[in-house]
């Protein structure tokens, strides 16, 4: 699913626990209640929300020195067009939005930071943290934007936000509506039937278009029993965002056998380091989460497709993706075969897949 989609959400079964010290324990939590019925479309363990936890946020940052656009790219209309505004309502405010400048650039925060966080808050305006350090997908967050509700709702009234909402709530319900939640279901089912294992989670899978982020951007996070994928354009099909929810799957699995990975894939994980896809995973288990993810991905949407062509475009897929530095993706994408040749699940046949790596060779 190489539509560049940025996985830095990989790492929140890893480091999205322990960070309980680092905040205030006063935080009362309650259930997230979406309130705007219009906003969302959904069905029995699927939805789809136009989120304005995601708006607020990536409205914020690109008030404040987020410009990134992917290389090819345009922004997207709507991000064209609440940039446009809010520079309109903002233009009497210099020493405040100097003053959030700085902010976010202090905080050296990536931007799926961010979108993580702003998981944690209650529904709409006035925003207030709502869930624990526990369930956030990064510690360090929790320290470095512990004071940014007081300014995202100072920012959103500055910048008029909810007027700017008002103008491109359609846009964003119309997103909505271009999601196909019965084939979501379809591809779950086959997902889980792959992996020869029940399914592990009881969750509610969210989609959230995030139209004011870079091209071909997602974050997978878990938030009670919501699992967000919040997608930017490019990064989707409408359909079960297959990747991210893998990570839910295969981080944990990976993870529990880490002393092999360690000892079988360190010389793939030194090829690959420092080569432009690679650069993102800087240790070699989350190196391994996600050239596992990848090479499952790509061979459960081929599976889906159904044709030949299919199957050849994702091998060529993790060629690319081994040029570029995912090393493992597609030695892990062949051995999927052998997997498909035994009886044993998923779960059970990855110490099996780790063992049978060939030795690297350039």
């Known amino acids: 699913m190489h539509r560049w989609i940025w996985c830095g959400v990989m790492l929140w079964l890893l480091v999205g626990i322990g960070c309980?010290?680092?905040?205030?324990?006063?935080?009362?939590?309650?259930?997230?209640?979406?309130v705007h019925p219009e906003e969302?479309?959904?069905?029995?363990?699927?939805?789809?929300?136009?989120?304005?936890?995601?708006?607020?946020?990536m409205a914020f940052i690109n008030a404040t020195g987020y410009d990134n656009e992917a290389s090819g790219q345009t922004m997207h209309p709507v991000r064209v067009k609440v940039r446009q505004l809010m520079g309109e309502n903002l233009a009497g405010h210099a020493a405040k939005v100097?003053?959030?400048?700085?902010?976010?650039?202090?905080?050296?925060?990536?931007?799926?930071?961010?979108?993580?966080?702003?998981?944690?808050?209650?529904?709409?305006?006035?925003?207030?943290?709502?869930?624990?350090?526990?369930?956030?997908?990064?510690a360090l967050t929790a320290e470095r934007l512990k004071?940014?509700?007081?300014?995202?709702?100072?920012?959103?009234?500055?910048?008029?936000?909810?007027?700017?909402?008002?103008?491109?709530?359609?846009?964003?319900?119309?997103?909505?509506?271009?999601?196909?939640?019965?084939?979501?279901?379809?591809?779950?089912?086959?997902?889980?039937?792959?992996?020869?294992?029940?399914?592990?989670?009881?969750?509610?899978?969210?989609?959230?278009?995030n139209l004011l982020e870079t091209?071909?951007?997602?974050?997978?996070?878990?938030?009670?029993?919501?699992?967000?994928?919040?997608?930017?354009?490019?990064?989707?099909?409408?359909?079960?965002?297959?990747?991210?929810?893998?990570?839910?799957?295969?981080?944990?699995?990976?993870?529990?056998?880490?002393g092999l990975v360690r000892e079988k894939v360190m010389p793939y994980y030194d090829a690959g380091e420092g080569k432009p896809i690679a650069r993102t995973y800087r240790e070699p288990v989350t190196f391994t989460f996600e050239c596992m993810v990848r090479a499952l991905d790509h061979r459960l949407n081929a599976l889906l497709s159904g044709t030949p062509e299919a199957e050849t475009r994702a091998e060529a897929r993790m060629a690319q993706l081994n040029e570029g530095g995912l090393t493992l993706a597609l030695p892990f994408?062949?051995?999927?075969?052998?997997?498909?040749?035994?009886?044993?699940?998923?779960?059970?046949?990855v110490p099996v897949m780790l063992a049978r790596l060939p030795a690297y060779k350039e």
């Open 333 to 349: 994408y062949r051995l999927l075969t052998d997997f498909e040749q035994s009886d044993k699940p998923f779960d059970e046949f």
């Open 20 to 34: 309980r010290s680092l905040t205030p324990q006063a935080l009362d939590t309650e259930p997230v209640s979406f």
């Open 40 to 57: 969302l479309v959904q069905r029995q363990g699927f939805m789809v929300l136009a989120d304005r936890r995601e708006f607020a946020v």
């Open 98 to 138: 100097e003053g959030w400048r700085r902010y976010y650039e202090t905080r050296r925060l990536a931007t799926f930071h961010y979108q993580d966080y702003a998981l944690s808050l209650n529904a709409d305006y006035p925003f207030r943290r709502i869930r624990p350090d526990s369930e956030l997908g990064y």
């Open 215 to 258: 091209h071909f951007h997602a974050i997978g996070a878990r938030y009670e029993d919501y699992y967000y994928t919040v997608e930017s354009p490019g990064a989707h099909s409408y359909g079960l965002n297959i990747h991210e929810y893998l990570h839910s799957v295969v981080n944990p699995i990976v993870q529990a056998h880490a």
């Open 147 to 209: 004071d940014f509700p007081d300014i995202l709702n100072d920012f959103w009234i500055t910048a008029k936000l909810d007027e700017i909402w008002t103008k491109v709530q359609p846009d964003y319900v119309a997103e909505l509506h271009k999601y196909d939640l019965a084939r979501m279901e379809r591809q779950m089912t086959f997902l889980w039937e792959y992996l020869r294992m029940p399914r592990h989670d009881t969750l509610t899978l969210v989609n959230v278009p």
